[in-house]
């Protein structure tokens, strides 16, 4: 796990080839100092690793924490680090750099540094929808939900601008109800009768449109914040799999594909025949070959993000 905490919860990064863009651009780009990321999980070096040098701080680090959540009690259920508190140890990174290099370099850096912001599905499928459903006692429809969710994506982006971050790039959520681990915990036959579950891919599109929508309000002088769209390239690939070569798109190809994910997911486990005929590794996770036709959906967005 990224943040060096223990947690039981891993759920699907779906931008690990998003991050690995920003990450060689960080390098080549040098419009770009540095790539940062707050959220649920990527593939960046976590800030908490002990042996990162301040040379591995400079060129980009990962505050994020796999399970995480716009909303704290999402983070709280996971055991993963909060949004406020993924904020405060970007507040510590700047203050080491200060030391370091000097307030100036540090201000210059973290100006032209890429920030991406990866986080929200947690709170419907496992905190609202969840098992223990908590959240539903306090905002009993799923609009009144949604509402209080950005409230906490637009403190969270404002705190974060505020910081001097003037390059974000914000991901929306997947089709959640196309993922194996939601089709089998809602599906009336899940073994026989696999299929896309439509109210959340409903809540999916709605959740998506209010991002888009409201992220253009935030915009400040300076400031770039770009929505990169992981949802229909996903649903692209469910519903024309022919299109990409693909056979099986309701299940994994690791296990039963039912339901295992990260540590169900092990060396010991058995695999499909042909990964490449798999939209999702796991129940949550696409495969490689799914990751690439991602990071191509969304190729364009994020150059202009990092330009």
């Known amino acids: 796990m990224n943040t060096k905490l223990n947690s039981f919860l891993f759920l699907h990064p779906l931008v690990i080839m998003i991050l690995s ?12 100092s540095a790539v940062f990321v707050f959220g ?7 800030y908490l690793d002990p042996s990162l040098t301040i040379e591995d701080l400079m060129s980009g680090v990962s505050f994020a924490s796999a399970g995480a959540g716009f909303d704290d009690l999402t983070s709280q259920i996971s055991s993963a680090l909060t949004q406020s508190q993924q904020l405060d140890l970007f507040k510590e990174y700047k203050a080491k750099l200060e030391v370091a290099i000097g307030k100036e370099r540090t201000e210059d850096l973290v100006g032209r540094a890429g920030y991406l912001v990866s986080s929200g599905t947690n709170d419907f499928t496992f905190n609202y929808y969840g098992p223990l459903r908590i959240r ?13 969710q950005w409230q906490l994506i637009e403190q969270f982006l404002q705190e974060l601008m505020d910081l001097g971050a003037k390059k974000i790039g914000v991901v929306g959520i997947p089709p959640m109800g196309c993922l194996p681990a ?3 915990l809602n599906a009336k036959k899940p073994i026989t009768g696999r299929k896309c579950i439509e109210s959340y891919n409903s809540l999916s599109r709605n959740v998506n449109g209010m991002l888009q929508n409201n992220l253009k309000s935030l915009q400040r002088p300076g400031t770039k914040i770009m929505y990169a769209d992981i949802y229909n390239p996903i649903i692209d690939m469910v519903q024309q799999k022919a299109k990409y070569g693909f056979e099986q798109v309701h299940k994994g ?11 169900g997911c092990n060396p010991s486990s058995p695999l499909c025949d042909d990964v490449l005929k798999y939209v999702f590794w796991d129940a949550f996770h696409p495969t490689e070959k799914g990751y690439h036709i991602i990071f191509n959906s969304v190729k364009s967005v994020i150059q202009m993000y990092l330009e």
Not at 21 to 32: D, G, P
Not at 40 to 46: K, M, Q, R, V, Y
Not at 254 to 263: K, S, Y
Request: hydrophobic content about 25%.
């Open 40 to 46: 649920d999980s990527t593939n960046l070096p976590p």
């Open 21 to 32: 863009l920003q990450y060689s651009y960080a390098h080549m780009n040098n419009t770009i």
């Open 182 to 184: 939601i089709i089998t």
């Open 136 to 148: 539903q006692s306090s905002y009993p429809t799923i609009s009144e939900y949604q509402k209080y």
């Open 253 to 263: 190809c690791c296990g039963t594909g039912l339901i295992e994910a990260d540590f």
